[in-house]
Structure formats: C-alpha cells, structure tokens
C-alpha cells in the first residue's frame, strides 16, 4: 500500500469536513424539521468559527488586530475552496473580501436545496464572520454585503476597525 501525499490527505478531510456538515444538517432535518436544523447550523458555525479562528491563530503565529485577521480569514477562506480577491481599506483600519465562489452555495445548488438556504447562508456567514472578527478584536466589526446565494455575482465581506490605527488620544469625532 502507498502512503498518501499531503494533496491527498487534505483532499480526503475537506471532503470529510463538508460531507458531515451537511450530512448532520439533513439528519437532523428528518428528525425535527428545517427550522429545528437551522437553530442547530447556528449554533454550530458560532463555535466553529472560534475554533477554526484560534487554530489558525496558532499556526500563523498571530494574535489579534485587522492584519490577522486578514491574514488568517484568507487562508481560511482558500482552505474552505473560495476564489476571492482581499480589498484593503484605504485608511488601514479594514479590508473587504470579493468572493465569486463560494464552495458552500455550489454545495447547495448541487443538492438542489439552494432556495432554501438563501436564509440559511445569510445567518450563517453573519454569525460565523462575525465570530472570527471577534476572535481578533473587540472593536472589528463585520458587515455582510451581497451575497452569491442571494443571486449577487459575489459575496462581499467587510471586516472594520474604528479605533485600529488611531493616534494615540484620537477618538471619535463629536465626543
């Protein structure tokens, strides 16, 4: 027998890790319903997105602030299979991500679900983006633009930080 390459070692678990996240969904589903499995998925991308966001944390060496953030978010997103661009702020204290694929909404179409989870998708990447700006900052925020499985062309990610990059004794304005 021969061992596996790294390729395929990472091919097998990133379908592994799809196929069971919506293996559970549809399980659950059959059992309590669509509203009782969406509860569920909600519940579930709010703690994953703390694990996925503190696991590469470590990996990259990173703590907190808008460039880790960005940095681990990306390679986030090219491990989960997006094909996006990254915009920076033009005052250093954010960044937005263009998304045209999203491998998640393909999953959905694929399975012919896709009109039922134009919601789903909507929450879901709400809860879990803003779960990754919270592992970086209390003061990041994340804005959900448009989004692919709502018939835009692509999805776009805002991720902010007021106070990030202010001098020191700046605040805001009118205070």
């Known amino acids: 027998m021969r061992d596996l390459t790294d390729e395929e070692k990472a091919r097998y678990f990133h379908r592994s890790y799809t196929a069971v996240d919506g293996l559970w969904f549809v399980k659950v589903e059959e059992r309590s319903g ?74 959905r179409v694929k399975s012919g679900r896709a009109g039922l989870f134009d919601r789903c998708g909507h929450l879901i990447c709400r809860t879990e983006y803003e779960g990754w700006a919270a592992e970086f900052g209390p003061d990041i925020r994340f804005t959900l633009g448009t989004q692919l499985c709502r018939g835009e062309k692509a999805c776009v990610l805002e991720f902010r930080c007021a106070s990030c990059g202010e001098p020191e004794g700046q605040g805001e304005e009118g205070t």
């Not at 602030?65 to 681990?72: M, S, Y």
């Not at 986030?76 to 996006?84: A, R, V």
């Not at 960044?95 to 998640?104: G, K, L, M, T, V």
């Open 34 to 107: 669509f509203e009782e499995a969406f509860r569920v998925d909600h519940a579930v991308w709010a703690v994953m997105a703390k694990i996925q966001a503190r696991t590469l944390k470590a990996i990259m060496g990173v703590d907190r602030g808008v460039e880790a953030l960005r940095d681990c978010f990306s390679a986030k997103l090219s491990l989960d299979g997006f094909t996006f661009r990254i915009v920076n702020g033009p005052d250093g204290q954010g960044f937005s991500i263009i998304a045209d694929r999203c491998p998640w909404h393909e999953l």
